[in-house]
């Protein structure tokens, strides 16, 4: 059934366990786990019982009465809701009896009283629990002559969601999920009894991130997705597990195709990841794979034409390129950066071409938009460690925006009262409603506000009180990261003991840095090398899936840095705005186009499955690497990307129990360590200046839809990316003097822009807050990447 | 069409700052929001979910699972005829066709000139005093045709303005606790016995 | 006003003790003042005197069954709370929307002193942080009548901070319903206060005194039976016992109606006075209307199943009315004489509680209208004898097994006794089958004449 995947995993049997509470199911002893609801315990000895309103992982709530037993605990059988009541030693079960079947049957029946029975024409069909049960426990047919409940025909809940109420069996599930899950209880009941139905407040549709997994719960089919309605039969699709790699978090999907084509992705319950939640950018970007912007065959420049070549014309020209740099300003004026968009395969490939083919010491797989990859030397916790600790303290980017299911994992603990979060944010965050503490600083106090807080003395109770986690990452692209590294080592140096969440957030980031993609003695990090480039010190750009003219957070320098390179070989799946100005433009294969593993941020690696052909004459970046590696004269040895992985597990310190063995044994992957070997990055010296009164200090930070290509290339995410604005509080706008949706004129050291101005609560006095990469005003023309800050004049244009 | 009015907005803080969590005061202030439109917008409900902390949705379910909160305007005198067992038994049918010739509207339907709803309603706990009917929820006993029509001719004219408010306000006195005698709501995570319960008798 | 009467409908003829029916006779019995002058807030005084376990132990020792339908004693009830966890609330139950009941409203209006000083008393026996006093919202006059009493009683000091000058302090929040019958259930009372949908939650685990309002232990007490606690505590549990009978003590406040010569309400002693006295007693109902024949009589409120004339000598006694197939519920007494349509009849009440179904549990939400319409079919002489059978099928479908009826020498059946056995999460699904079964089970004929002949009568044959 589609809303419970469950990983394909046989766990190991505990011999004795002392939580063990010994039930009779049907006459039979079994032995159930303490605590563990009888619903569970009867599935775990082999009785299925049927149920609509529970789920695993949402709060039982006992309404469908679908899960009815009879049950007796000394006192004769009584009728038990078996989704609410946890095991007690020596319960008697009948699932069996005559009483439990007239009760299913009866509700069964009561159930398809009004259900419209359109299973022909039902995305549901065929996947149904309803249908599989009213087979299973059924009474046959229904006896229901009255006329049915009616109701308008499909009606959006949002932009991804539909909502056909006829269907709704008022299970509770999406309520549930939208409320104790995803935060946003958009989605509610309205009405009473036999006119109860499933509503979003008018004008006010259900704008969640989390809104695909409704689809994927709904037992029925109620709510469908508007990307996949009527896109194909269950019995069509043909699944595997994957794992996503939009962003870092690394959540278990299963990706659904038929006739070659990507239809679905549906979540797969890890334990330790997901919990079978995906967010709706990571379940429904796949449509990015059919876009007919794709890069489909290699392209090689000719004036200011790029043209359509060979892979043969395309790798000479490619290596020609190469050579020629290396022949005019060595090996140190090549320069590869990205890589966290492949698969770990795909990073060692080219990690090894770069470094052992090529011999530059300037590689790196970060764009100058999170943190230092020597942050993940330090000692790691993974998320159910977070969501474990008893504090966790966030210095970091909105997760709801960067990490979405890591916002959900941790947002989870702090409700459930299991962790605290102590939140350092320059601007309210998804979470801070649910922290324990939420400080708001501005830009340029990030140590100085950790510095009072520690010293308060019930923080520094609380931080005392058990394991801390510090979950890190990049908070604003406006303010250097060397203001966030700085402040994670005060709070380990202060609070000896705690680990380190990286928060980092492209696909596989934290992979293509532990493989290999990063600087090695000597070599430039991102920065340097736009620098150098801009400088005209760059004969040789090599961009492996990155864009730094759109990523990085200096404008003017990716700009210049392009410019500046002799020669650019890009390898991509899209024109972007870097590799459309490439030489050559070698074309990759997308997500599920191949095979391989990615590194999470917690350094789990788990399998990438390749489900569907590679669109055009698309190849994997590892293959691409081999073969120019064999144009340049060299032989990296692979003709698949198993033996990389092997050679991953037997090469890279920190993989070694990552053996394609131990992958294929372990549902829920198996984490890496950081290798030992990564050097400090430089630290921007001197502090940050302090902000003149008249001046805004500027924030600019990721949202979840932006314009990242996966993202503008996927119709149905592509327009929830909104215009930016320039976000300020609304006690600001009268100081600047001007209102909520006027222009107003922006200037920073770098440059001036104009940009409509939003009054906005979560935006600290003295700041304003502008969305990285979305459409109109660029935020990053007003960044300096050697200043520690940006202040900005706002004034009347 | 709107959000609370600058007196309301005080009453309904002050409602408010009576329970211990906010959101049980949400049927209260949606009383409020009706009693100073005479049904509830979304704006009202926009506006209560915003004082008790509760989403939009949320709020709309609550209030669509009452009876009382309209969301479309009704007439200024809401009729609710009873039509549960005794007064069924008491001739409560024969009293419904009844309104609805003088009416001249079916239930659910609003006299044109914006005066009378007429509703079919459940038990109105007057069992004994059949048939029962409410005008704006003032009870009416041991109804006969010519009561009815008297009344609605009152109500027509005014005459009965002094005890029937317009539909939306429920009680015209209010709970007035002074700032002195209170006590305030028990915060939840307060946790110890009160001041005169001695702690050897806890539980009780 | 021309429709509204004082006191209407409650009558004190004869010789009964009066608990808390005392005021009702007297034109200004709501004012402090009236109240003040016929020794309110005395008991009050008595309790404050006391330790809070003794009190406690007063309440216990009367054995007052509460009011509200259950029938569970209130003193014990209040000892069901975890010691040590505070805060701990008491919501007061003023939501009386049971077909057929008609006495809390009564007590409201008349009386909200004596209601005020009951709350206060379990207040401080049992350590109560604060009181809610949730009036149904149909009910304005109680409303007023209510907040009025708590204006008066916050400003002379017997509600708020340091009650009569002592260390006692509780406040009491007067809140409004607005309109769902089952909110009178106690945890849904509980999740409307709380601003919610008003859907009783599932038991286990939520009983309310151990995780009621937030999540705190919480006493839910029908207006009724609070409105015991100051006679309790002026005279004594032992007075109060030697009223009624051991196991039914004290008196009970009973509304009887439908087609009796003098329906009304009445403050009767509990346990001994039987159907019989109340339907055809001088100081009662006078029998039925016209000299009529009695047909049938709910005896415990809508959600009661059937009695007929052989249950008359039956008395008001819970245990035995259990066994006959019935129960007390609320006080509620619905009288049907022969003219009375029977399957129409029963259509009344099973509209009523499809209506006011909550929702959210299928066997209710679905059982509940399906039944309604079938019933409606056959009441309109559309049915045909499957659709008899099918009303059956549904049932079985909300309650498996059994489900009580009374004895029937007409039919040859003897009574099944309560309770059953139930598929949905509260009594309303049940409820809404109740009507149905026991008229299905008692007058069999006149289904089976309506699926035949295809006639339709009105409800009530207006004599
Ligand atoms: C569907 C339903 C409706 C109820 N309605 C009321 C009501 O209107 N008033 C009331 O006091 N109790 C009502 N009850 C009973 C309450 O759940 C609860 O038992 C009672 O308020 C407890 O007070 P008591 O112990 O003083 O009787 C209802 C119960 C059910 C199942
Ligand atoms: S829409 Fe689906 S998930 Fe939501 S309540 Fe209805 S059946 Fe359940
Ligand atoms: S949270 Fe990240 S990994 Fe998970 S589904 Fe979303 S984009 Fe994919
Ligand atoms: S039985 Fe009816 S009223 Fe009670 S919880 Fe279920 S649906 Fe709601
Ligand atoms: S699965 Fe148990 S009641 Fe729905």
Known sequence: MSDTVKPTETTPQVASDPDAVSITVNGVEHAARKGQLLIDALADAGEYVPRFCYHERLSPVGKCRMCLVECDTGRGPAITVSCMVPVAPGMKVDTQGETTKRMQEGVLELFLANHPLDCPVCDKGGECPLQDQAVSHGPGESRYLEEKRHFEKPIAVSDLVYLDRERCILCDRCTRFADEVGSDALIHFAGRGNNTYITTFPDQPFASYFSGNTVQICPVGALTARPYRFKARPWDLRQQESTCTTCAVGCRIAVQSSHDEVLRHLGVDSDPVNHGWLCDRGRFNYEQLHSADRVLQPLVRAGDDLLPATWSEALAEAATALGAAKAAGGAGSIAVLGGARGTNEDAYAWARLAHEVIGTPNVYAQMGDGLPADLLVLERATIDEAAAASTVVLIGPDLKEELPVLYLRLREAAVKGRTRLLEFTPKLSGLSTVAWRSIAYEPGTLTAAIDTALADDQIAAQLASGPVVVVAGRANLAESSTATVQAVRTVLAKVPGSTVLPAFRRGNVIGALQVGMRPTEGGLDTRGVLQAAADGGIECLVLLGADPVADFPDADLARRALAGARRVIAVDTFLTASSAQADVVLAACAFAEKAGTTTNIEGRVSPVARQVTPAGSTRPDWMIAVELAEALGGDLGYDDVGQITADIAENVDGYTRVTPEALSAAADGVVAYAPTGIGPVALLAGEAPARSSYDFRLIVSRTLYDQAEGTAHSPSLAHLTTATTVHVNPLDLGRIGTTDGATVKLTSSKASVVCTITGDESVLRGTAWMPFRHPGVDPRELIDCFAHTTDLRIENP | ?204 | MSSYRWAAGYIDDGDRPKIVTSRFHLEDSYTLERYLATGGYQALRHALARTPAEVHDEVRGATVLGRGGAGFPAGTKWGLMPADKYPRYLVVNGDESEPGTYKDRLLMELDPHQLIEGSLIAAYAVGLAQVFLYIRGEMPLAHERVATALNEAYVAGYVGKNILGTDFSVDIVLHWGAGAYVVGEETALIESLEGKRGEPRLKPPYFPAAIGLYGQPTIVNNVETLSNLPWIMANGAAEYVRIGTETSPGTRMVAVSGHVERPGVFEIVNGTTTFRDLIYGDDFCRGIRNGNQLKAFVPGGGSAPWFTAEQLDLPFEGKLVGAAGSMLGSGAIMVMDHTTDIPAAALTLTRFYAHESCGQCTPCREGGTWLERVLQRVVDGRGTSADLAQMKEIGTSICPGEFPHASSSRHGLDATPFPYKMTTICFVGPSAYAPVHSALTLFPEEFAARVRDRVQIPVTAVQ
């Open chain 2, 1 to 204: 069409m709107s959000r609370f009015n600058d007196d309301n907005l005080r009453l309904a803080k002050e409602i408010i700052g009576r329970y211990p969590k906010a959101r049980s005061a949400t049927i209260p202030l949606l009383h409020l929001a009706q009693q100073q439109e005479g049904h509830l917008s979304d704006e009202a409900m926009a506006h209560v979910a915003e004082l008790v902390g509760a989403t939009p949705a949320e709020v709309l379910g609550t209030a669509s699972f009452y009876e009382m909160f309209k969301f479309e305007p009704v007439g200024r005198y809401l009729i609710n005829i009873c039509g549960t067992m005794s007064c069924a038994l008491g001739g409560s049918d024969e009293l419904l066709a009844h309104a609805e010739k003088v009416l001249g509207v079916k239930v659910g339907g609003t006299t044109a000139d914006g005066l009378f709803t007429l509703e079919r309603a459940e038990c109105q706990a007057a069992c004994t005093e059949a048939p029962n009917m409410q005008v704006n929820y003032r009870h009416c006993h041991r109804m006969t045709n010519e009561l009815f029509d008297r009344l609605v001719d009152d109500l027509r004219s005014g005459r009965r303005d002094g005890d029937i408010p317009a539909h939306g306000t429920l009680a015209r006195v209010r709970q007035q606790i002074p700032a002195e005698r209170a006590v305030g709501p028990a915060a939840l995570d307060d946790r110890g016995a009160p001041a005169w319960l001695p702690a050897k008798e806890v539980g009780g």
